[in-house]
């Protein structure tokens, strides 16, 4: 049932204190939610695209005329996500620029369900152009989302806003959002993903404008990004590492990728024969750029795995049997960097979650983290961070105090 408001912000912000970051996946169906929480999510976000994965279509059918939004989502997210949530919150999904609704009454309703909260989804803020324009002179607009926050933190809802830039941040929260998803767009990957999207880098400067207008009020808001470029670990690693965000919330990410994959390898492995024992990791990682042709997820993999060993681009594009510059141009296009920028900031990043450790010396941090001599690994350091390593962790220890 229900969770407070109170209750909700207090776990979320203990748990952000606790371990650093929180989860939330946006899901389409019970036994989505079910092994979700059982992975450990802290919310979970009752959303129509969630429903429309579930059919095998795209995230983007949410936007689109196929069924009534609110209705699709009260009654699923009744029927099979609050049963099994328990004590962790159902966010609803809300449509707010429905026109044949009264926003306040139907707030009330999505209440009386046990939701413990809304969010403004499917927004408005995914569309622009001349339908933008047309929308918006007929009062569909972002100010319907924005005043459904306000009517729902006004009954003591929790709120979580959806936006694509600073100036929504700052009107949600003049609204009493409790929490700022910075909104990257549709989720990359997968056989029914998105096929563009952010880079990395260019999602990082967009989260970095909001939460910086998030920092401006005194009220602490919770910061999540969502979406876009993040369709695995290592891509929420170099988010967590280079912005503030405090969570991630995922749809694809957690319901439809792992699906298309477990459902495909294990009826090809039920179809196929054969005895013959190899590296498992090795050998899906190459199956999977063989089939789907994601080149970049691959690279991205293996330097999660490897960034302490000398790693050569140009082995990597004889693996996944493309040329050194054709993956180059390609990593450069989705990530916003070249290879060996993003694997310098990797290490980096890795071992500044190292020197959180005191026990750990600091040359033998910059060994641990593929560096040949502590001189390159201080002097990358302090060019990537503006402090030297001991300084950097000088300043970790007076937090702590």
């Known amino acids: 049932m229900a ?51 579930q059919m095998g279509q795209s995230s983007l059918a949410g936007w689109l005329p196929f069924a009534n939004g609110n209705e699709l989502v009260l009654e699923f997210g009744a029927r099979e996500i609050i049963p099994v949530a328990r004590q962790i919150p159902v966010i609803f999904g809300l449509n707010a620029t429905d026109p ?19 969010n403004n989804f499917p927004t408005i803020g995914m569309i622009d152009g001349q ?17 459904a926050v306000r009517i729902a933190h006004s009954r003591n809802l929790f709120t979580l806003a959806f936006v694509f830039n600073a100036s929504q941040a700052r009107q949600m929260l003049g609204a009493g959002a409790d929490l700022i998803c910075a909104h990257l767009g549709l989720t990359k990957g997968g056989c029914i993903g998105a096929k563009k999207a952010l880079s990395l880098q260019s999602a990082k400067l967009i989260a970095d404008e909001i939460f910086a207008a998030c920092d401006e009020f005194n009220t602490n808001p919770i910061k999540m990004i969502y979406g876009g470029p993040i369709k695995t670990p290592a891509d929420l690693s170099f988010m967590y590492n ?72 140009s082995d990597l594009a004889n693996v996944a049997h ?29 071992a500044k979650e190292m020197m959180k450790f005191n026990n750990i010396k600091l040359n033998e941090i910059a060994g641990m983290t593929g560096f040949n001599d502590y001189a390159h690994f ?22 702590k105090h």
């Open 3 to 53: 969770v407070a408001r109170e209750q909700i912000l207090s776990k979320l912000r203990t748990q952000i204190r606790i371990t650093g970051h929180i989860i939330g996946v946006a899901v389409g169906a019970g036994i989505t939610a079910k092994y979700a929480l059982k992975g450990g999510a802290d919310l979970l976000l009752a959303l129509n695209s969630g429903r429309f994965r």
């Open 100 to 118: 044949t609704i009264d926003l306040s009454q139907y707030i009330d309703l999505i209440s009386k369900q046990g939701f413990s909260g809304i």
């Open 131 to 147: 339908f933008r324009e047309a929308l918006e002179e007929n009062g569909i607009s972002f100010a319907r989302e924005i005043e």
């Open 242 to 313: 280079n912005t503030t965000t405090m969570g991630y919330i995922g749809g694809s990410s957690f319901e439809r990728i792992p699906s298309e994959e477990a459902i495909t390898d294990i009826t090809r492995a039920f179809k196929q024969t054969g005895d013959i024992v190899q590296d498992e990791l090795l050998i899906k990682m190459i199956e999977g750029v063989k089939k789907h042709y994601d080149y970049v997820a691959f690279v991205k993999e293996y330097v999660a795995v490897n960034y302490r060993k000398e790693v050569l681009f």
């Open 322 to 350: 493309i040329s050194r510059s054709h993956l180059s141009a390609l990593f450069k296009k989705e990530v916003g960097c070249t290879f060996p920028a993003y694997l310098v900031q990797f290490r980096i990043c890795k």
């Open 378 to 399: 201080s002097k990358t350091f302090k060019r990537l961070t503006g402090l030297s390593p001991v300084r950097y962790r000088r300043g970790l220890q007076a937090a």
